[in-house]
């Protein structure tokens, strides 16, 4: 007599196609509907699952552990409101295009508007913040079924992995009894692999595109955020410092999450401190470009923004291989459907060499280049006069974050850094302040910097960094955050993983210190109750409750002793938390801010 179906088999062969596919990285929230899951991706020999019991933090860490990894995480949660925690996370992956699978487990739609216990309306939960959201089928017992369930599951996984890649959800039905009698059996599975190249252009379309481009003379090519790897693959003429730069004189710039950092040759680096400068400069014609090529995801820079936006080029190339085609410049006139380093390759391929560019044009390239460059230089060393006038610690002025952040910042190294090397270290980057400060202050040499631009919340920087340093336990990371983004995401130290490798640098200034320098609230009487929202928690008790070192500092003498112990080889991670007072920061900033305008009046 034939044993019946065991109907949560094709449950149990989620984990065996997932396996299968790549996808062993796991993060958990614990519960009960979710138990055929839960044991499914436990018991499979191959996959790697870490518990998070707050399933906001729980997105997020996987998140971060998809950043370094770069193959989706697949995220576990039971029914009701536990799914709609993992939306600002799943928001975040899909505008940074993040691969994430997310599963959640569903009662069965009988029971649905039922006033059944952990029972909300599941099905598409995510709106368009998920590439596709898919349901399982209730009963998979019968053969087609189960060939449509194995054929659904194959679909969400290629899909969140095709470009752009991204959050796919699935959404899983599940009857009691939810725990097996007798052991969980993976069966072999069918697995279907998908290929998507990214499109490529007709020779016809490249050579329009390269006598454009060679007849250009002021270029501009200017990077959102990537990951490191982009950088490498950038055209260079075999040796490391024969940059983009210097193969056609154009100029070259990026935030600092465009990780297109030059480490070796200061001449031909790329200018990451047009924020510092362009908001301060009050003619900026000399500075417009003809050809404005653009790649990547979001720019930090508000004045770069801008400034295109008030002297737009004549004309806006924006490449990517697929997806929808952002304009935050107002100024797209061509959208290139390519990889951009392979692009870049062709076009300067088939482009006039620039050494072969007729003098007139060699000279108005260069001037061009000149000019953004010189001013470049200027606002780099004014920063540096700025915040570091001395090696004596006396001669700094008034204690204050944005000066502690840069002498923290210069103790970040990586020794023998060079531009076509992994990266050693990761800088992330919370919200808010913090990765503003940071793009004016640079990253240092061998850095790969990641931020949470793709909705720029605060509200899961914390756990990302945590994910990643999770899924990297042989790099060193560092995270750089305020406050209140941290004491908001304090559940991505609750669970039971080690991360002696994650350090976090903590500015405490007591509240929400950007709405001082913003105008419109600062100017508000109610700025102190309704805007900065004063609190007076210190990182002590945080630290104590998750036994992570404390550094607390509100001195140069603290900070300076403070900081060889923190970033030494013997550390164990933990926060360094730099306390500052919010109106003293303030009005620090805007000294900077007036001294850069006064450098460029």
Known sequence: MSQPANPHQSIYNIAALCAAHGLTEVVLSPGSRCAPLTLAFARHPATNVRVVPDERAAAFIGLGIAQARRVPTVLVCTSGTAGLNYAPAVAEAFYQQVPLLILTADRPPEWIDQLDGQTIRQDGMYGPHVKRSFTFPVDTTHPDAKWYANRLMNEAINLAKAYPPGPVHVNIPLREPLYPTGEVVFEEVRVVHETSPPPRLFPSDIQKLAEAFSDADKILFAFGQHDALFRTRLPHGGVDDYTLHQLTGAVFLGDIISNIASYENEYTAPILNQDVFLSSIPEKEHLRPDLLITCGKSFISKAFKQFIRQYPPKQHWHIQPAGIVADPFISVTQTIQADPAEFFTSLLEAATPYSNLTIERKKLRSSFSQVWNDISKKAA????????????????????????????????????????????????????????????????????????????????????????????????????????????????????????NLRVVLLNNHGGGIFRLIDGPRQQPELDEFFETRQQLTAENLCRDFRLPYFPVDSWEKLDAALPVFFGPEGAGGVLEIQTDSAVNAAFFEEYRAAVKKAFS
Not at 448 to 472: H, K, M, P, Q, W
Request: proline share 6%.
């Open 381 to 500: 060393i004014e920063l540096i006069k700025f915040l570091h006038p001395s090696t004596d610690l006396s001669h700094y002025q008034q204690w204050n974050e944005f000066n502690a952040l840069g002498l923290t910042v210069k103790n970040i190294q990586v020794k023998n850094s060079t531009v076509r090397v992994t990266p050693k270290i990761s800088l992330h980057l919370a919200n808010s302040m913090a990765v503003r400060y940071a793009n004016i202050l640079g990253a240092p040499p061998g850095v790969e910097v990641f931020a949470n631009r793709g909705t720029s919340g605060i509200d899961g920087c914390t756990s990302t960094a945590v994910g990643y340093a999770l899924a990297e336990p042989d790099k060193e990371v560092v995270l750089i955050t305020g406050d209140v983004a941290f004491f908001y995401d304090r559940n991505a130290f609750w669970h039971n993983y080690p991360t002696p």
